[in-house]
């Protein structure tokens, strides 16, 4: 399998559960990406890891933990959600050398929280 | 300030014309990099297009060709010969910091978007 995948593909969850998104890419990436996409707003950057250390962390709450165990997986660990965390979750991939090479997006997780 | 403005929430075009989406960014960086990306309904994002801030030449791919106006920090899309698979959420990104000694790590900031619909 090739390309960034990410899973689940929608999650329904209650305020007081725990789940956690998983993304995994097959390019060879050293830097890992987390976007949430709300309706009618621009892509926001949560954070991102470069070689498997978390370079950036944009004011996201305690509520959303992510984790990068190797470069090739990243997660996103949830819990004690709010209704306004209902997104479409974005993980995207990208060569340490950058420059003009593009994020490598996943299909995305869309979360519901009820 | 927002550092990626698209003004256009919404385009419409008939089949087989050509498009301009819009697109205006705001930076201090001297280099710098734009992207196109296409959101269908099933919501992957998909990259279109890239046009570096040294670039002399518009970039072009296919039908999509890239309108870098520098002075006026401007990076419009223009789709030529639109298809129906074309309607989609058309996002403008920017990536600063891409010189030498740069610590953006890559990531892009986005726009607001624009929902493309070609009708047939």
């Known amino acids: 399998e090739t390309g960034v995948t990410q899973t689940p593909r929608h999650l329904v969850m209650g305020m007081t559960n725990k789940k956690s998104l998983k993304c995994e890419q097959h390019l060879g990436h050293n830097a890992m990406y987390w976007y949430k996409q709300s309706a009618k707003k621009p892509l926001e950057l949560m954070f991102v890891?470069?070689?498997?250390?978390?370079?950036e962390n944009n004011s996201v709450p305690s509520r959303f933990s992510p984790e990068c165990p190797n470069s090739s997986h990243l997660f996103l660990h949830l819990h004690t959600l709010q209704p306004e965390d209902s997104a479409l979750y974005l993980c995207?991939?990208?060569?340490?050398?950058?420059?003009?090479?593009?994020?490598?997006f996943g299909n995305g997780t869309r979360l519901t929280v009820t | 300030a927002q550092k990626i403005t698209q003004t256009q929430p919404g385009m419409f075009v008939q089949e087989k014309e050509a498009v301009t989406l819009d697109c205006t960014y705001d930076t201090s960086d001297q280099s710098y990099g734009l992207f196109w990306y296409k959101q269908p309904s099933s919501g992957e994002m998909i990259f279109l297009i890239y046009?570096?801030?040294?670039?002399?030449q518009n970039a072009t791919e296919g039908r999509y060709s890239l309108n870098f106006q520098k002075a006026r920090k401007s990076a419009n899309l223009v789709i030529s010969a639109s298809q129906l698979g074309d309607s989609a959420m058309y996002f403008c990104a920017m990536r600063e910091g891409v010189g030498a000694g740069g610590t953006s790590y890559g990531k892009l900031t986005f726009g607001q978007g624009t929902i493309l619909t070609v009708h047939p």
């Open positions: 995207a991939s990208s060569p340490l050398a950058f420059g003009s090479s593009p994020l490598h």
């Open positions: 890891y470069s070689l498997e250390e978390r370079v």
């Open positions: 046009q570096g801030s040294y670039d002399e």
